[in-house]
């Protein structure tokens, strides 16, 4: 299986409550659930041609 490094960075974001850091790492796993599904999407579709 392919390893995908990813690194986020959030530049000079100030956080001051527990909540908007939350918010933020909800909206980071939403992003990375799409790509997943967008890969699984493209590698179906791969296997399919084939």
């Known amino acids: 299986m392919n390893k995908i490094?990813?690194?986020?960075?959030?530049?000079?974001s100030k956080l001051t409550t527990f909540e908007e850091d939350e918010n933020l790492y909800r909206a980071v796993v939403r992003a990375l659930i799409d790509i997943e599904f967008f890969f699984l999407i493209e590698m179906d579709v791969k296997n399919e041609e084939q």
């Open 5 to 12: 490094t990813l690194t986020v960075e959030f530049g000079g």
